[in-house]
């Protein structure tokens, strides 16, 4: 089974910069597409970045050109780079990632990480 561990948010001004992390640990995977999510109180869980196991990147509009989300695949890591963060980007931030078990047997799941409360401060 596959866990994702957060890190990373906090209470910034608005146009500081956050960077989170999200890693994955477990015995036999692999890693295919990863995500960040945000919650805000109120409102649906909404994408805010991901990534695929070849690279390939999609964004929300709303944090396109602030946001930079990258992975470490040898690490099974992923990053969100946040910078001139906004009022309305507080949430909390959630990692996802759709991974395949190679043993004993071969399944696909989906797992999501505990969530880190991002706070931006006018």
């Known amino acids: 089974q596959v866990q994702l561990v957060e890190s990373g948010g906090g209470s910034v001004q608005a146009g500081g910069s956050l960077r989170l992390s999200c890693a994955a640990s477990g015995s036999r995977f692999s890693i295919n597409s990863m995500g960040w999510y945000r919650q805000a109180p109120g409102k649906q869980r909404e994408l805010v970045a991901g990534?695929?196991?070849?690279?390939?990147?999609n964004y929300a509009d709303s944090v396109k050109g602030r946001f930079t989300i990258s992975r470490d695949n040898a690490k099974n890591t992923m990053y969100l780079q946040m910078n001139s963060l906004k009022p309305e980007d507080p949430a909390v931030y959630y990692c996802?990632?759709?991974?395949?078990?190679?043993?004993?047997?071969?399944?696909?799941?989906?797992?999501w990480g505990q969530g880190t409360q991002v706070t931006v401060s006018s």
């Open positions: 996802k990632a759709l991974y395949t078990v190679t043993y004993p047997t071969r399944y696909d799941d989906h797992v």
């Open positions: 990534i695929t196991s070849r690279g390939t990147i």
